[in-house]
């Protein structure tokens, strides 16, 4: 069992030790939709599955734009708001539809005026950074729950326990970002 605890710190271990990207890193001059796409490319490709993988193209660019999750550029180019609103964007559109997403971030997009700082965006985003900093820290408590999960005799005494509890680790990964995921649903259909 200690093995496979081992494997599943590992694991987390490569997904926590990903870049968060701060509210300082993020450009002070607006960017065009080319160098958007590299800014964003180089900065969050720890997230991706695949090397090949894109983390955003031009075509989702002008799609969420369209759908209008944020103000559409000023003469082609992209400011700073526009920059905090992809990254988050990008963390949210795996779980969150895109009129989800049009929902949560609609009281802070509907404050921006053209290139001007967006106070509200601006602590929106310092927050947010922290909450990953936050998730990454405190995921490490769930491994120790699961191994007690996954010590009972039931499962100790199979002869392919480690294929078992791999198994059973996804799973149980999968029921939480599931449940997680509901519960965000609910909370913006209730409130927002």
Known sequence: M???IEKLQGVIGEVTSTDTIEITDIP?????????????????KSYKRYTDDKVLTKTMINNYAKAKLFPSPIKKKYTRNHLMLLVIIYHLKSILSINDI???LAPVTNTIKGSERCEPLETVYRYFTALQKFNKDNILINVEVQKKFFEREDIASLKNKEEVVLILTVLLVAIQAN???RIAEKILDKYF
Not at 28 to 44: P, R
């Open 179 to 181: 449940t997680e995921k």
């Open 2 to 4: 200690d093995s496979f």
């Open 28 to 44: 002070n001059i607006d960017l065009y939709m080319d160098q958007v796409t590299t800014f964003m490319e180089e900065s969050l």
């Open 102 to 104: 049009k929902r949560l």
